[in-house]
């Protein structure tokens, strides 16, 4: 793919550079910001030769396969570096320094743009406040689920251990309570997204982001797990390319714990995290192949609830079936009213793109 500056097609930064102590642990370097811009530069520097570029794909490839493997012998293992002190401190430190940013936006932006360039997600606690949350909470009880697919397998025992999860499309135009806070959801999650376009100006960032699917509500039972995957594999324009840049994740669980499990894990290039669903939580990370994640085994006997978006690059994928998103940015806005999307008939186009969603 070529850049804006139409510079020729360079091997793309590589998806698992994440540094590793023996133990298989990962530990996220107090750093400086300087030292940090630094890590950042490093990691975006290409590499030319053509030979590094195969040899850097076959590696790639071999150590995704390996780490897929280790995903489903994990089989509900307690969470490693999450659970544990280290993991948590880094993911906390960084949400509290969004939490001093609060009420000050264009502040909280650049925070909120450097984490996820620097680390590939970023988790904001308190996103909308506790009646939103609530109410959506109650509409779930009202959707028509359906058994979340991997794409090329039946939904047999064998996939569900896979991907255990139930999914349902709601409609942004749903009565009642239900349907109004699904719309502030889908307002400040556009407004987010619109405002972050302007620091995450990149081909490869939100340079391109002008649409985004229906939401998507999905349900883990207990024991139910999703195995690690990209939500877009798409290399370079090759492979399954589905368009899919940000994927944003809201989640619905109430008084939760690090002991329930169901943790979003995510690999991500500084680290593996392990990220706790809870109520009000949002997490937004890299769609495509930057992000391997999965979701660990729910060990609660709780369903873990959760509210999910793609935001789409239609340049990669012109057929995606992605509507336009609010681009008016918060600070600038005035005010138009959320696009309202009947999700009816999207649900047999989502269907379809989950058969193809190419899961490893
Ligand atoms: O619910 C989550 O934390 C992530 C789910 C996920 O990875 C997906 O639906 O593709
Ligand atoms: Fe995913």
Redesign the pocket.
Known sequence: MDDASGEPRRLRKRPFAWASDSSGHSEERSSSSSEQEQADDTCDRWEDQQTVEIHTQVSEAVEYFQLREQSMNDHGAPTKMGAGPRGERVVVRRQERLQALRGRRPLMLREIAKQLRGRGFVRLVDFLGPSVGSNLLEGFAQLSWQPGRLGDAQSSDQSRSLRGDEIAWPSLSEAGRFGEALQRWMQALDELVADLRLHLNRPDELLRVERREPPMA?CYPQHAR?IRHY?NNCDEGLGDCNGRRLTA?YYLNKGMSHSDGGH?RILGQRGIYDLL?DFDTLTLFWADRRTP?E?MPNLSERKRL?L?CWYVDVTEAPDAPAFPMRLESQSTGRGVTCEVTKTHDLASQQRQREDVKQKI
């Open positions: 999905s999703y939500d994740v979003l669903p994640h979701v959760a999910s």
